[in-house]
């Protein structure tokens, strides 16, 4: 904060600030195709707008008069610690924002040791990302392919696993651009380096890469994936799985029941299902179902320290950035990813003193009041 000050005319002219003017750099140096897609959401985009506007129902309640001269914005999940109570979100393709793809994330999460999600489908394979990052934390993102011989092959590095994305959404903008970036090969680091996909080809993916790719989207409609599925998973791991795209809390008993070691309420930004509960709205009671057995953890909407302050009190443990730092990426490849993500613990530290509190640890339901429903 204080640098951004002290660098007067000249730091204010460099990277924007709020959400809302990265949102606006990324649309003018992004393509229509691509910023359409990550801007856009499943159908009218009321999920998505549910998502933030649930935001607003709550406000924090502070406390005055507590020595907040220490700060602490620790999380431990699953054995570690993590030094700030979010994570960088799954994002996919991110070749088509910046020429560093996720190596751009990667290195930025590695450097502050937050815990970075691969997406299944990113643009460069796992072990490239892997090797850049050394020994910080890596979770790996798996959207479950048809074949259980692909699963497994996939599964050895697989720490999270997202349900709700068996078939892809209904996403306006997209169609309206007639944009679909797998198509020419893109998002497919995972699947073309796998031994297991490449022998389900007549050819090697890179001579046919457009026939080679609707076969990976096809292994990735994944209709008949049931909970038997979810134990499958679960045989083929001992590394923590986690199931992202859960907001119902009988999904998510049944998930711990299936062995799993943690939730993340999502609705994948309100990518998918339009007309669905926005996740701020879902966390209480899937929190409730589930919060003293398992970590839960959530996304979608999260703009802000605030936000983040809010998802804790309502039983979060951590919660993951989509969005935000893919605009940083957009806008100034890994100096904006690390921008955006500096600037937000800066914030959520700043928040957390001003609310009257010096640890994440000690933010609770009490911090927080519904003022609307
Ligand atoms: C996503 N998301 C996503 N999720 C996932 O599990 N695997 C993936 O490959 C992707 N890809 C992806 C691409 C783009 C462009 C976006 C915007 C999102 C969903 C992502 O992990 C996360 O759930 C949402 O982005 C959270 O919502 P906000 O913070 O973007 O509103």
Redesign the pocket.
């Known amino acids: 904060q204080m640098d951004i000050y002290e660098s007067g005319d000249e730091g204010a002219k460099l990277l924007p600030v709020s959400f809302e003017e990265w949102e606006e750099r990324a649309r003018k140096v992004l393509a229509a195709g691509p910023f359409g897609?990550?801007y856009g959401a499943a159908g009218a985009g009321d999920t998505?707008q549910a998502?933030l506007d649930a935001f607003k129902k709550y406000q924090i309640r502070p406390r005055v008069c507590c020595d907040v001269s220490n700060r602490n914005l620790q999380v431990h999940l699953f054995g570690q610690s993590v030094p700030v109570p979010f994570l960088l979100?799954?994002?996919?393709?991110n070749s088509i924002f910046h020429s560093d793809a996720e190596l751009a994330p990667a290195k930025v999460a590695a450097d502050l040791g937050i815990p970075y999600?691969l997406?299944?489908?990113s643009t460069l394979s796992l072990e490239k990302v892997a090797e850049v990052m050394g020994d910080a934390l890596r979770w790996f993102?798996l959207?479950p392919p048809k074949d259980h011989e692909l699963t497994k092959s996939l599964i050895q590095r697989a720490e999270a696993a997202?349900v709700d994305?068996t078939l892809l959404g209904w996403r306006e903008k997209d169609l309206r651009n007639a944009y679909l970036p797998f198509l020419s090969g893109e998002g497919m680091g995972n699947y073309f380096s796998d031994p297991v996909f490449r022998q389900k080809l007549d050819e090697p993916p890179e001579k046919n890469v457009k026939k080679a790719s609707l076969k990976a989207l096809e292994e990735g409609n994944n209709t008949c994936f049931t909970w038997k599925e979810v134990a499958f998973i679960r045989e083929q791991t001992r590394l923590p799985l986690l199931i992202?795209?859960i907001t119902h809390p009988e999904d998510a008993k049944l998930a711990v029941n299936h062995g799993v070691d943690g939730i993340i309420v999502?609705n994948?930004?309100?990518?998918q299902l339009d007309g669905a509960i926005a996740t701020l709205d879902a966390l209480p009671s899937v929190y409730e179902a589930v919060g003293r057995e398992v970590p839960v953890l959530m996304?979608?909407?999260?703009r802000r320290g605030a936000d983040i302050i809010k998802a804790i009190a309502l039983g979060a443990t951590a919660v993951?950035?989509?969005?935000?730092y893919?605009y940083g990426l957009a806008v100034a490849g890994e100096s904006g990813v690390r921008q955006v993500i500096q600037n937000l613990i800066a914030e959520t530290e700043l928040q957390l003193a001003i609310s009257g509190k010096s640890s994440i640890q000690k933010v609770d339901r009490s911090l927080v009041m519904k003022v609307r429903d």
């Open positions: 897609y990550v998505h998502n979100a799954p994002i996919g393709v999600i997406s299944n489908v993102q959207y997202t994305f992202k795209g999502s994948h930004g309100g990518r996304d979608s909407g999260i993951l950035i989509g969005r935000p893919i």
